[in-house]
């Protein structure tokens, strides 16, 4: 009786992995991970460089962007030659 239930046990498992792996991949199990991964994610406010909060989402996306802009924004370089290659 017990190999039988191992047996059944092992089986089950084998079947649930290939389930995962050959079958519907959007299962009731991974829309819920997803939804609650994207909730964990989600940015509902934001305190500014004045130690203000932002909690309008518009305002929150104008604010990553400044931030992400100024961040990777190059500085000149005085020692740069510049080079015309005249007119096309």
Known sequence: MLFNYSTRK???KIAR???LVNDDQNSKFFQIRADSRRKRKLV????DDNSVWIDHQKMIADKFIADYTQQFRCPPNPGATQI???PR
């Open 10 to 12: 092992i089986w089950k």
């Open 17 to 19: 992995k290939e389930g």
């Open 44 to 47: 509902i406010k934001l305190r």
């Open 84 to 86: 015309n290659l005249g």
